[in-house]
């Protein structure tokens, strides 16, 4: 159960038939590319989302709370939220060093030779790429939020670090998802995320738990899953890194620290 639930607002029939009559007017020239895909992200200590005086700050969030960070919708940290995985890639990201100031550099191709040449700093534990900036593999899952009322919403959750083992046992626990001997879509059941406390001799932070939850509810979800997915597949949709200020909040702060 998700905290401060949005509230329905009744309409007129004669209102509700306009809007499904006049249903995208004002949006057709809208693209994808005009819009900011929600991520889902774990509200750690040093978040921003914790203090009063930031414009991210939520009001009655919690650390360790998970949120929307389009819609501001926050679920707690025991509770969670139920998604259904849709898609998988992973995405190498180079980062200037916090030493030399920070900040995303871009997206490399996986096979580029600069990624081949990365090598492990033994004080740091990051993988540094020929030029001295930081590589970090990052395991970009992207998912349909599955909400209380059954509607469904498209999200990207990416896991780095130290999640990338959490990453790795979801891709394990829905590739053994079987039915008649045949491994079933990534999206045939849902799964919950939750978060828990987690840490090592260099801090300490909230990480993601999943867990399988139920099969899909009905074939239109069914549909709307698949057709997300073959967009992404086609290159209809493309995917994209995170948004560069959660990207700097990721380098600047405690959580995942590299393993």
């Given amino acids: 159960m998700s905290k401060a639930p949005k509230k329905e607002n009744a309409i007129s029939a004669d209102l509700a038939a306009a809007f499904e009559a006049d249903a995208g007017m004002g949006l057709e020239d809208v693209t994808t590319s005009d819009m900011q895909i929600p991520f889902l992200r774990i509200i750690q200590a040093l978040s921003p989302q914790l203090k009063k005086s930031d414009p991210a700050y939520i009001e009655g969030a919690s650390q360790g709370d998970i949120f929307n960070t389009v819609t501001n919708k926050v679920w707690s940290a025991d509770e969670g939220v139920s998604v259904l ?15 030399a100031g920070g900040g995303f550099e871009g997206e490399l191709s996986a096979d580029s030779n600069d ?3 990365a090598v492990r700093d033994k004080d ?49 626990l829905i590739a053994m ?17 939750t978060s828990i406390e987690d840490g090592n001799d260099k801090g300490s932070w909230y990480s993601w738990s999943v867990k399988l939850g139920d099969p899909i509810p009905d074939m239109d979800t069914y549909h709307e899953c698949k057709e997300l997915h073959t967009s992404i597949k086609k290159g209809e949709l493309q995917l994209a890194a995170a948004p560069v200020d959660l990207m700097v909040e990721d380098q600047s702060s405690s959580e995942e620290v590299p393993f």
């Fill in 85 to 99: 995985p849709v898609h998988f890639v992973q995405k190498m990201l180079e980062f200037v060093p916090r030493s």
């Fill in 124 to 172: 740091t534990g990051m993988e540094v790429l020929p030029n001295g900036n930081e590589l970090v593999r990052t395991a970009q899952h992207y998912i349909k939020i599955v909400h209380e009322d059954g509607s469904i919403e498209s999200a990207i959750l990416d896991m780095k670090k130290t999640q990338l083992k959490v990453s790795r046992k979801w891709n394990t």
């Fill in 115 to 117: 990624v081949r040449q």
């Fill in 177 to 193: 998802q079987k039915h008649n001997g045949s491994t079933l879509p990534s999206f045939a059941n849902s799964y919950s995320l």
